[in-house]
């Protein structure tokens, strides 16, 4: 699987939108691009994924640039409840290519009052 | 998103006792569930891969004899450490992957924390 490469921390202030970058220059054609974050002493919660298109659910947006080497994770409107550290890992998802999660350090944002 | 839910949520157990750590997928069938220990300020790191019906897949440097692992059913997985020691003691955390899902998206379960005594 593809390594990526993220800013160790960021700080957002409440209600402005947290942008969350995320590199990973060595993607493959059959990878995708998937968002967890990890809210102190409990387990990842899963956001967001996408291929080649921007992506957007009810928890943020994913944008992909076209040459798919680098990602951004938008939250909208941060809230303190979204101080986490936040995870994006390249993942191959079919079944003979493991389809494993592979954590990086992530970054860790902090939403202020 | 899809529901995985791990038990006990806590255990403090012995020096030299076993315990296991139970994960479910309580709303879809997972033929592959992963298992992963999380130490204080450290990122999570793959121990094992589980697959139904079959032996477990496990990372290098993982002692297989030490954290035994059953994936018996479609939505139930177990971790078994054995002859625990204080140095076991961490955050222990298992997803599964919904095949149903574009991507075959992978949830996870809210962790069991594992103190050994």
């Known amino acids: 699987d593809a390594k990526t490469t993220q800013p160790p921390s960021m700080d957002c202030a409440e209600g402005r939108a947290a942008n969350l970058p995320c590199n990973h220059s060595?993607?493959?054609?059959?990878?995708?691009v998937y968002w967890y974050r990890q809210i102190h002493s409990q387990g990842p919660q899963y956001i967001i994924h996408g291929l080649k298109n921007n992506e957007t659910n009810e928890m943020a947006s994913l944008i992909i640039t076209e040459d798919r080497k680098s990602s951004t994770l938008i939250l909208p409107h941060a809230t303190l409840r979204d101080t986490a550290v936040y995870y994006c890992i390249v993942r191959a998802t079919h079944y003979n290519q493991g389809g494993k999660l592979i954590f990086g350090q992530g970054t860790e944002l902090s939403v202020k009052p | 998103g899809a529901v995985v839910s791990q038990h006990p949520s806590w255990v403090i157990c012995k020096s030299g006792t076993s315990v296991k750590i139970e994960c479910r997928s309580l709303d879809f069938q997972a033929t592959t569930m992963f298992w992963y220990r999380q130490f204080p300020k450290q990122s999570l790191m793959l121990m094992a891969t589980?697959?139904?019906?079959?032996?477990?897949?496990?990372e290098q440097g993982v002692e297989k004899d030490k954290f035994l692992i059953n994936h018996a059913s479609l939505t139930l997985s177990t971790l078994t450490v054995t002859s625990a020691h204080p140095e076991d003691s961490s955050f222990y955390i298992c997803?599964?992957?919904?095949?149903?899902?574009?991507?075959?998206?992978?949830?996870f379960g809210e962790g069991s924390w594992l103190t050994v005594v």
């Open positions: 589980s697959n139904e019906g079959s032996k477990a897949t496990y």
């Open positions: 997803s599964a992957r919904d095949r149903g899902t574009s991507g075959n998206t992978i949830y």
């Open positions: 060595t993607i493959s054609g059959n990878e995708y």
